[in-house]
């Protein structure tokens, strides 16, 4: 049981460039979220996701997309990597939509855009 | 809209002295409230939530969280800290009808030997 699997861990982009950070989860969680989190900002979220085939936005989700075809999978994309993107970015996930404060979090993704 | 304020960015205490860290929300309705810890190059982790009954909550590691509602404070408390329990801590809450979840800006807690 590994939890909640982000990758990679660290990249560097430049301006410009897309990418996509993985998130995998392996405990059948229902809800799943992105957040960035930022010196003297907190989390904050990015999108989230009730279940399969159904997700929504959150506080900063412009510069972002999210799918999930899948109850595991829920990857961030970075259309058109800019310097403000420049944050560490978490995974999270909670096994129902009732308790989605209990979150789960994964080791987080360190992304710089030169 | 909903948030949370954590007014203290860092809070120094000596081993085996209590450690209570303040946190302060804005919600529509009842609130869920949460306390989350976060350890250098790690993902958070859960310590306790407060949903409803008890105002006084007990978590993981000895924590415990005093729920007020008259002043819409949720605040951490250890009666001993541990030089182990320095981390980042953060405050979150929720609303009964809502998904996301929102975070205060984190205190970061030093117990020194």
């Known amino acids: 049981n590994a939890g909640v699997t982000q990758t990679p861990k660290f990249q560097v982009l430049k301006t410009g460039q897309s990418m996509t950070l993985q998130c995998a989860q392996d405990m059948n969680h229902e809800y799943m979220s992105w957040y960035r989190q930022d010196p003297g900002m907190g989390l904050r979220l990015i999108h989230y996701?009730?279940?399969?085939?159904?997700?929504d936005q959150g506080e900063v989700p412009n510069g972002y997309n999210v799918s999930r075809s899948t109850t595991e999978d829920f990857p961030l994309r970075l259309l058109s990597a800019a310097p403000s993107q420049t944050s560490v970015y978490f995974c999270?996930?909670?096994?129902?939509?009732?308790?989605?404060?209990?979150?789960?979090f994964g080791e987080g993704s360190r992304l710089t855009v030169l | 809209a909903q948030s949370v304020a954590q007014p203290e960015d860092q809070v120094n205490v000596a081993e085996g002295n209590p450690l209570t860290v303040k946190c302060t929300y804005s919600v529509s309705g009842n609130p869920y409230l949460f306390w989350y810890v976060q350890y250098p190059n790690r993902g958070l982790q859960f310590l306790l939530k407060y949903i409803t009954g008890d105002n006084l909550v007990k978590g993981s590691y000895g924590f415990e969280a005093e729920f007020n509602k008259s002043q819409t404070s949720f605040h951490l408390k250890k009666p001993s800290a541990l030089v182990s329990d320095s981390a980042l801590y953060f405050c979150?809450?929720?609303?009964?009808?809502?998904?996301?979840?929102?975070f205060g800006a984190g205190t970061t807690v030093t117990v020194r030997a």
């Open positions: 979150a809450v929720r609303a009964l009808n809502d998904y996301k979840l929102s």
């Open positions: 999270a996930s909670s096994y129902s939509t009732i308790n989605t404060g209990e979150l789960f």
């Open positions: 996701s009730v279940g399969a085939g159904i997700t």
